[in-house]
Nanobody, 123 residues
Framework: QVQLVESGGGLVQAGGSLRLSCAAS????????MGWFRQAPGKEREFVAA????????SYADSMKGRFTISRDNAKNTVYLQMNTLKPEDTAVYYC????????????????WGQGTQVTVSS
């Protein structure tokens, strides 16, 4: 069993940065691939980024490449999402998720989810 708690969301102006954190409990974290997803009002939950259990490889949605960076610290059972050059269209609830070993962009393949953290980007 893995429990996930996101933090770090908030209100930021366009062009600004935020770093989200996802703290995990459970012994399997070090063998879990982690993903970040987001859901804007009225839209489907979409893939943002993922990282394998070892830290490599990583995967990003095309619109996030070059702006977002996913990383993890297995000693701290934490995964991070550094978001730079934020845009109003990045406004959403951001969720972290876990699955065994291999990264995936498919939300249906993630077994564990956090409660989400709100990110709001003002123009």
């Amino acid at each position: 069993q893995v429990q996930l708690v996101e933090s770090g969301g908030g209100l930021v102006q366009a062009g600004g940065s935020l770093r989200l954190s996802c703290a995990a409990s459970g012994r399997i974290f070090s063998r879990a691939a982690m993903g970040w997803f987001r859901q804007a009002p009225g839209k489907e939950r979409e893939f943002v980024a993922a990282i394998s259990w070892s830290g490599s490889p990583t995967s990003y949605a095309d619109s996030m490449k070059g702006r977002f960076t996913i990383s993890r610290d297995n000693a701290k059972n934490t995964v991070y999402l550094q978001m730079n050059t934020l845009k109003p269209e990045d406004t959403a609830v951001y969720y972290c998720a876990a699955r065994a070993f291999v990264i995936s962009q498919d939300k249906s393949e993630y077994a564990y989810w956090g409660q989400g953290t709100q990110v709001t980007v003002s123009s």
